[in-house]
């Protein structure tokens, strides 16, 4: 495990009037609702609730430093602003630990560019997690690629929910074609992407040579990794594209191991990668933490 600082480039936590009030905000947002709702049986994954205080606290236990705040893709305007404005305040008292990613949904249109130029003014980090799925467009709708237009202006990174297009079915599984993506990357290369959940298999595809120049501001995070994939495939997608490219992501407090611990925490996670991916120490220093710092201009 490295001994620098390490940041978690994917974290959700929602404010607490949301998930106090569950049933009236997953009304309001269907989608929300059936990513987020307890099974009834209580077995199987589920999401997690976490405030500021518990997250950093959990952090704290695990040896994490800091946190990058993703947003969500709400179908419900007023929730939107609501998750950013709760973001804000948490980076702005907490400065030197967290950094937030603007919950947008492109579909908003002209509302959702005045969002990403109001959180810019707030001091957001970047944008996402984007999900196409959710919100009801692909990566040719002329919305998202406003969308990506106003990110590369204000210099902000995007973060896009990947779902992958082979495996087993789970509520809110994203299927949206990823293939435009690399065509994005191209027409936008001032603008970094960041594609949740190992790019959804897309770093098979960065070897390609016709791929490999149009994929250079491209990351990858390793959200939910325990969840779709062995463990292994953190060495692996190191292999395919460099060390460099690739970013520490728990999707905290998402319960990656349900049959093992029904508590949020990031140390089974973090635990499994020191025991189990065969990162050396240089690959582990790059993967857990510089990458996300030099990225963010962290110090």
């Not at 106003?150 to 074609?177: F, N």
């Not at 897309?202 to 779709?228: C, H, I």
Request: glycine share 10%; hydrophobic share 40%; with cysteine.
């Amino acid at each position: 495990m490295t001994t620098k600082p390490i940041w978690d480039a994917h974290v959700h936590l929602f404010p607490e009037e949301i998930y106090r009030n569950w049933d009236k905000y997953a009304a309001r947002d269907t989608w929300f609702g059936m990513l987020t709702k307890k099974p009834e049986d209580g077995k199987g994954t589920e999401e997690a609730w976490a405030n500021i205080d518990e997250a950093l606290a959990a952090a704290d236990k695990a040896g994490v430093w800091g946190l990058a705040m993703q947003g969500w893709y709400w179908n419900d305007e007023g929730m939107m602003i609501m998750h950013n404005d709760y973001m804000a305040d948490a980076f702005h008292r907490h400065p030197d630990r967290l950094v937030g990613f603007a919950s947008i949904n492109p579909k908003f249109g002209s509302k959702a560019l005045a969002e990403i130029e109001r959180c810019a003014s707030l001091g957001f980090a970047g944008i996402g997690e984007l999900g196409p799925g959710g919100n009801g467009y692909d990566f040719n709708d002329p919305d998202f690629l406003a969308a990506m237009e106003c990110a590369q202006h204000y210099k902000l990174p995007v973060c896009i929910h990947c779902g992958e297009p082979v495996g087993h079915p789970y509520p809110g599984r994203d299927m949206t074609s990823l293939s435009p993506l690399p065509g994005v990357a191209k027409r936008f290369p001032q603008l970094t992407l960041i594609l949740a959940h190992m790019g959804g298999g897309l770093p098979f595809y960065a070897m390609n040579p016709r791929l490999q120049k149009s994929l250079g501001n491209v990351y990858y995070d390793t959200a939910a990794n325990p969840l779709l994939y062995s463990i292994r495939s953190i060495k692996a997608v190191i292999a395919m594209v460099g060390v460099e490219r690739l970013l520490f992501g728990s999707d905290f407090p998402l319960l990656l191991y349900p049959s093992r611990s029904r508590e949020m925490d990031f140390s089974l996670f973090l635990t499994d990668i020191q025991d189990h991916a065969g990162l050396s120490a240089e690959e582990s220093d790059r993967f857990f933490s510089d990458n996300f710092r030099t990225l963010f201009h962290l110090q």
